[in-house]
């Protein structure tokens, strides 16, 4: 039953949001088909929402995040005239709890579907590297027994050999391992007895497995769930002084929300993590200013897309002179950076030309990401009219499929039949559509 007086509040978020009724309605129904659950509201619902009608209840958090994108800060329940929700506490979880209650639901088969329901969030308040730094909660002591390097050893190297399968194979299978991981080892090493140098060290390696964990959710399209996996990185890469891990994971973000298009919250992490590193060396440097080079052309900022690819160039010029780097950022990553700025910029055979070169340079082993980049290449192929140049791209796709479980690959195999559909009279076409309707299945 909803109130009788006027919501106020959410009239004044309104007003300040400029929209019209018909805007805030199709706002929250474009994220409940982003969230999975297409709604139909109209501009009298809104009108019945300013009049003090209370929405239901898992409409609301849809209603705040619409607010949140468009004034672009965080939204509360209370803000907008809400009643908090029924899960909200006043007691806020210490790092390792919180760590413990996202591993648990992720690791839940029956959670699965509310937590892809997680919507991505372009207010999430993100701590900066001071108020992270050194202000991890006091570890618990006790029962647990001492840990050493060699604890902190196995971490990392576990961390290590999730982050091939990941690779290789894609994160839907490796996710949920790296999820039971942080539960049941992870978590009581961070609880147990340490030295200072120690403990430092296990904070660190947990805050990689975090960013890990967080980077394989944003392949299974899990966004929320991803940013609460990276919000846990930043905050035990601060407590550790990990500034190389606090500074990907902020460039993470800021890739995950360039590829859904919110280009001025990519542009803020990518900026946040490049003033977060002043003394970052020449392969991270590239690897940030490639990440301010997409944001930037993405907002249309030509000049400075252009001035931070030059630089991201220069350094890997640096770093490929000190030393090669395998599976670390490297000059295929930094032509596919450059393939992205040319195509944001309107440059579209431009950036077929750099995607071309930076598959000749990438590893063959990283499976996934073969997928995801020939996918966008035979997009931009087909979008200049080169349709069996395309299918060629494609096919190299479907030889790769079979052997890879991961969520956007599947988008990217979806969005290829969509795309050559309407060219089956063409030979090529047809027989790369024939090909993958075999290379999918029903559960696929």
């Known amino acids: 039953m909803g109130i009788s007086e006027p919501n106020t509040a959410l009239e004044r978020l309104f007003r300040e949001t400029g929209w019209t009724l018909r805007q805030f309605a199709q706002e929250v129904n474009r994220l409940g088909t982003e969230r ?9 619902s809104v009108h019945q929402w300013l009049g003090g009608h209370l929405p239901k209840e898992p409409v609301r958090p849809l209603i705040l995040e619409a607010l949140a994108r468009r004034l672009l800060r965080p939204i509360t329940h209370t803000e907008a005239g809400f009643p908090a929700p029924s899960e909200e506490s006043n007691s806020r979880p210490t790092t390792v709890e919180g760590l413990i209650d996202l591993g648990r639901q992720d690791m839940d088969p029956s959670r699965r579907s509310v937590l892809s329901a997680g919507l991505f969030s372009v207010a999430l308040t993100v701590p900066g590297w001071p108020d992270v730094v050194g202000r991890m909660e006091a570890v618990q002591t006790g029962k647990s027994a001492r840990i050493g390097m060699a604890e902190v050893d196995m971490v990392i190297a576990m961390t290590e050999r999730v982050s091939d399968l990941d690779d290789q194979f894609g994160g839907r299978h490796a996710r949920p391992m790296a999820a039971a991981f942080l539960v049941n080892t992870v978590a009581p090493y961070l609880r ?26 944003v ?24 500034h190389l891990t606090y500074c990907t994971t902020l460039r993470g973000m800021s890739v995950q929300a360039v590829d859904l298009r919110h280009g001025k919250v990519a542009m803020r992490l990518a900026d946040a993590a490049a003033s977060a590193s002043p003394q970052a060396g020449p392969r991270m440097r590239a690897f940030l200013a490639g990440q301010q080079a997409h944001a930037s052309a993405q907002l249309g900022e030509r000049a400075n897309a252009l001035m931070y690819l030059r630089e991201a160039e220069v350094a890997m010029e640096k770093a490929e002179s000190q030393a090669k780097t395998f599976g670390s950022y490297n ?91 309407p060219y089956l009279k063409n030979q090529a076409a047809r027989n790369l559509y024939e090909r993958a309707r075999l290379a999918t299945t029903p559960s696929r």
């Open 36 to 44: 999975g659950t297409p709604l139909k509201y109209q501009q009298p």
């Open 192 to 217: 147990a007895d340490a030295s200072d140098e120690v403990r430092k060290a296990m904070m660190s390696a947990a805050s990689d497995l975090c960013y890990l964990t967080g980077y394989m959710a």
């Open 219 to 242: 392949d299974e399209g899990i966004h929320g769930l991803a940013q609460q996996y990276y919000l846990k990185a930043l905050e035990l890469a601060g407590a550790s002084e990990d």
């Open 331 to 421: 000059p295929s990553s930094l032509t596919y950076h450059a393939g992205q700025v040319r195509y944001e910029l309107g440059d579209v055979r431009g950036s077929v030309q750099e995607l071309e070169e930076s598959d000749k340079l990438r590893h063959s082993s990283f499976k996934r990401n073969r997928i995801r980049y020939l996918s966008m290449l035979a997009e931009r192929q087909l979008e200049i009219g080169h349709l069996e140049s395309a299918c060629g791209t494609w096919g190299k796709v479907v030889d790769i499929y079979p052997h890879v479980q991961s969520g956007q690959c599947d988008q990217s195999i979806s969005r290829m039949q969509a795309r050559i559909r």
